[in-house]
């Protein structure tokens, strides 16, 4: 099982990656959620994984024997709900974007780095 | 739970926090109140910046009364939730962090200080104080905190608020700096986060004090791995030079006064993060990567400041100089001697003054000129002498030159590399690496030299603009008025006057410093303050 989930992490890794090398900024976005979801999947996998029991002590006893990890969980809810806020800005900062400087493609997206403005001032 | 005669061991905390120890968290609690007041206030603009001040003076005050303590007793702690450490998340000051977080609201009163020159009656930015002091939470929080996951969520904190500065105000300009910024930031807390999982999935633990009791034990060939990716990750945040590229194309792009507060703190809590996560909690694996580090600190040394000559957009300009210093924190993690880790520390004290008046000071001959690029800029010396002074004293602050700030730090480096080389022993072998970091930060101190001082010669003593024949002063040049020059260069002189007084006056910095070195590089006193036995 764990092993089958490290190999999806690394497809998700890969696709992820794959995604923001483009300069397409939707295609970045994506990109961005994938990644995130592996990473999630990474901390998830983190805590190694059990099936059968949770992770609740029962009345009167003090302990528990293979009960699932709860931090992880807990670690991967609080990345989940940053992530997906963190996209939301970003979403909502691409289609901004496009409507201000009418490019969704990072090479048009020229004003704060000017083409021509690489050319070092005249004399001390 | 009744169960008193256990055969486990505590894990609970009976007694309630002492009194004394609320200061902890008392600045993130009362930045995000602040914050959250602003926020449900805001029809109530006019009160806005007076509560942010109230705020930050409460919070600067708990933190002088932190740092004091630290310096008087060590590495504080305190655990919330009731559950003992590792389990509990605990906030944990030692001088490093309660230095720069105590440096971080200083330099964040200033800046409000400084916004109240644009601010008009009809004025449409509302949420900025609530933003600003959201930011600081962050900076603080990640100053402080002693638990691996909770750097994270400060990292967020920090950049959700700075992406909504970024873009308040909606100039096409600033959206556009806003799209790189975000997705490489975002993209650098992710890869943290990663690193994050694998640390927790090969230790068992994110608690820093107990990482850095149990990663001697572990795997070194995965732990390298770690350290490589938070290396990846924090070096993204820090700008260093490889992956430095989002800062100039981002940082001019809000007001002034926005990227100063991003240029002070941004960077500096990432090269802060990288130093306490390679230094503190994985000093094994930062020896394997240690010419990597070497090599990052030279390139970041020397090509920086290069940058900074090439550009002739004044605030991008800035933006390479603030690189450069990045640069000058790597040395100390590469060379890890007590004088390294302090000059450091040093340093990123002296940047966070620094880097943020240097913004400020160019926010102010932006309004002068009227324009950003410094090659329309020029001749402005008669009609703004106290803006050249402080210009000058800056650039001269910011390349180490003697008398100044900037000096300290970078003498105890070059102790650092100079250290290395071993001459006292004839026919010793020459550690290459200690001497090639003291070249790369002299040639730093050269370059960076030029540039501010090229700039400072372009802009207040070249008559007119570049290529201009007539001798006489850019039409569109204006004096500050009235407020510009009570608000905006009142608060960049007071902030330049205590960069000027630091440096002449560094005993408390060096001592700080040398402290909060010994305790990086030995954490034992450290792990005691959160509560964990060395010995298990």
């Not at chain 2, 990045?326 to 000059?343: D, K, M, Q, Y």
Request: aromatic share 10%; proline share 5%.
């Amino acid at each position: 099982m764990n092993y089958i989930l490290a190999a999806l992490i690394g497809v998700f890794v890969a696709v992820g990656v794959y995604f923001l090398l483009s300069r397409s900024v939707i295609r970045m976005l994506l990109g961005v959620t994938i990644f995130g979801n592996a990473v999630n999947l990474l901390i998830f996998v983190g805590g190694r994984l059990t099936r059968e029991v949770a992770p609740i002590v029962p009345y009167g006893e003090e302990t528990i024997a293979g009960a699932a990890n709860p931090l992880p969980q807990a670690l991967v809810l609080t990345a989940i709900v940053i992530g997906f806020s963190m996209f939301t800005f970003l979403l909502v900062l691409a289609f901004r974007t496009y409507q201000a400087l009418d490019a969704d493609n990072t090479d048009n997206m020229r004003l704060a780095e000017p083409e021509d403005g690489c050319r070092p001032p005249l004399s001390y | 739970m009744a169960a008193t005669s256990s055969s486990l061991p505590q894990a609970m905390i009976e007694t309630a926090t002492a009194a004394a120890d609320w200061v902890i968290v008392l600045p993130m609690a009362l930045c995000l109140m602040g914050a959250a007041l602003l926020l449900t206030t805001r029809r109530a603009r006019m009160f806005h910046a007076g509560l942010a001040i109230l705020f930050l003076v409460a919070i600067i005050a708990c933190e002088a009364m932190l740092f004091a303590r630290v310096m008087a007793e060590g590495p504080v702690s305190m655990t919330m939730g009731k559950w003992l450490p590792p389990f509990g998340i605990s906030f944990t000051a030692d001088i490093f962090g309660a230095g720069f977080a105590l440096t971080s609201a200083v330099v964040t009163l200033v800046l409000v200080v400084y916004m109240q020159m644009d601010r008009t009656p009809g004025d449409n930015r509302d949420g900025q104080f609530a933003m600003v002091l959201l930011l600081l939470a962050g900076v603080t929080g990640s100053f402080l905190t002693g638990d691996f996951f909770n750097l994270y969520v400060w990292f967020e904190v920090m950049l959700i608020a700075s992406f909504g500065l970024i873009v308040l105000g909606g100039r096409g300009l600033q959206l556009d700096g806003a799209v790189k910024y975000g997705f490489l930031n975002f993209i650098a807390t992710t890869l943290f986060l990663m690193s994050l999982g694998l640390t927790y999935g090969l230790l068992g633990t994110l608690n820093m004090a107990d990482i850095a009791l149990k990663a001697p034990d572990a795997n070194p060939a995965a732990l390298a791995g770690i350290a490589a990716l938070l290396l990846l990750a924090f070096g993204t945040k820090a700008a260093a030079f490889p992956v430095n590229a989002w800062l100039p194309a981002s940082y001019h792009t809000p007001p002034a006064a926005v990227s100063a507060l991003f240029a002070g703190l941004l960077t500096k809590v990432g090269i802060c993060a990288l130093m306490r996560a390679l230094l503190m909690l994985f000093p094994a694996s930062r020896d394997l990567l240690e010419p990597v580090l070497v090599a990052i600190a030279v390139a970041t040394l020397v090509i920086a400041p290069l940058g900074a000559i090439a550009e002739t957009n004044l605030r991008r300009a800035m933006g390479f100089v603030v690189i450069g210093g990045i640069g000058v924190v790597f040395c100390g993690i590469a060379l890890p001697s007590a004088e390294g880790v302090a000059g450091s520390g040093f340093y990123i004290f002296h940047a966070i003054l620094t880097m943020t008046a240097l913004y400020l000071i160019a926010g102010l001959v932006e309004k002068v000129t009227g324009e950003t690029d410094s090659r329309r800029m020029g001749g402005i010396y008669a009609a703004s002498s106290p803006l050249s002074i402080l210009f000058i004293v800056l650039v001269l602050a910011a390349a180490g030159v003697p008398p100044f700030l900037g000096f300290w730090p970078k003498l105890l480096l070059i102790q650092a590399g100079l250290e290395r080389l071993d001459l006292a022993t004839p026919g010793a072998a020459i550690d290459w690496t200690g001497l090639a970091v003291a070249i790369a930060l002299l040639v730093n101190a050269w370059l960076t030299l030029i540039a501010g001082t090229r700039l400072w010669a372009h802009i207040f003593w070249r008559a007119g603009t570049e290529g201009d024949r007539s001798e006489h002063q850019a039409a569109n040049v204006r004096p500050l008025s009235r407020r510009e020059g009570w608000f905006g260069l009142g608060a960049t002189a007071a902030l330049t006057g205590v960069i000027v007084v630091a440096g002449l006056l560094p005993d408390l910095a060096f001592e700080a410093a040398r402290t909060g070195a010994a305790d990086f590089i030995d954490p034992s006193r450290y792990i005691a303050a959160v509560g964990l036995a060395p010995e298990e």
